[in-house]
């Protein structure tokens, strides 16, 4: 079983999500994925500062009986694969109400989470730290979001941007450790908050269209993307201060994939621009 359960677990790792959710931005729904985005990334801020303060060993560094295998960084509590699963498709599920995607939802929130103690990575208490944080967070937005994206659109682009620069900022400083998390979080949710204020500003790039023009889009945003993540780490590599390289490589990424991909598409001619009032 390590095979499945390992690609369980990857569908819980970066790349994996620098997949999807471009995937939904860029080719289904453009408000449903910078929704979905930003989540995540108040997610995963949440998880980084948990693990921080919780300071909780993996089963492997407490017992070198159990074999991990998988690579696993940080405290083991709470588990960010699980707490992120039911965020992300917790969320995903909730725009419809047909039973395949709730049962689509259900089975990844049950596997992804069982991939992590297979793998000797998590302890139970583990995951159900996960599951609670990530309820009570999905919970949260699903309230609050509808309200605060109203008033945030009322505010406009200058409001709009300082938010979207100092929310960031202050999440990067607050995040306990040594802050590497924090940094690529930050980093990441500020060039996409900034790139989604000027998208629909200047772009207003329009996410339907023929599925081979959706294809397309994919296949040309996500190895930029790719080329940003892995090029510019080898580019900064050994360049001090090296926190400081690591939030200008992840705010490019984030600035690609809110701003720069939708404007090469409608430039291209793979998407339509979209003049309605949201």
Request: net charge positive; hydrophobic share 50%; glycine share 12%.
């Amino acid at each position: 079983l390590d095979l499945p359960f390992k690609a369980f677990t990857f569908m819980g790792d970066q790349p994996f999500f620098m997949l999807l959710l471009p995937l939904v931005y860029w080719c289904l729904n453009r408000r449903l994925g910078a929704r979905l985005t930003i989540l995540f990334l108040f997610s995963a801020y949440l998880n980084a500062v948990a693990k921080e303060f919780a300071a909780q060993p993996r089963p492997y560094q407490v017992d070198p009986r159990v074999l991990p295998l998988y690579k696993a960084g940080g405290g083991g509590f709470p588990s960010g694969h699980t707490q992120n699963a039911v965020v992300v498709w917790g969320y995903l599920a909730s725009h419809f109400r047909r039973v395949g995607p709730w049962t689509l939802a259900g089975c990844l929130m049950l596997f992804i989470p069982l991939s992590r103690l297979y793998l000797g990575v998590h302890f139970p208490t583990d995951l159900m730290g996960g599951y609670l944080l990530g309820a009570a967070l999905l919970f949260l937005y699903l309230r609050l979001e509808p309200v605060v994206e109203a008033w945030v659109t009322q505010k406009g682009l200058g409001w709009q941007l300082c938010a979207g620069i100092l929310v960031p900022l202050l999440l990067v400083l607050l995040v306990p450790g040594n802050g590497k998390h924090g940094v690529i979080i930050g980093a990441t949710l500020m060039g996409m908050g900034v790139g989604f204020a000027l998208e629909r500003q200047w772009v207003r790039f329009e996410s339907g269209g023929l599925w081979w023009k959706r294809l397309l889009r994919f296949l040309i945003g996500v190895p930029v993307l790719f080329t940003l993540w892995l090029g510019l780490r080898a580019a900064f590599y050994g360049l001090e201060p090296e926190q400081i390289y690591r939030f200008v490589r992840y705010a490019l990424m984030g600035l690609w994939s809110g701003l720069g991909a939708p404007w090469l598409f409608v430039r291209l001619k793979l998407a339509h621009r979209d003049y309605s009032d949201h």
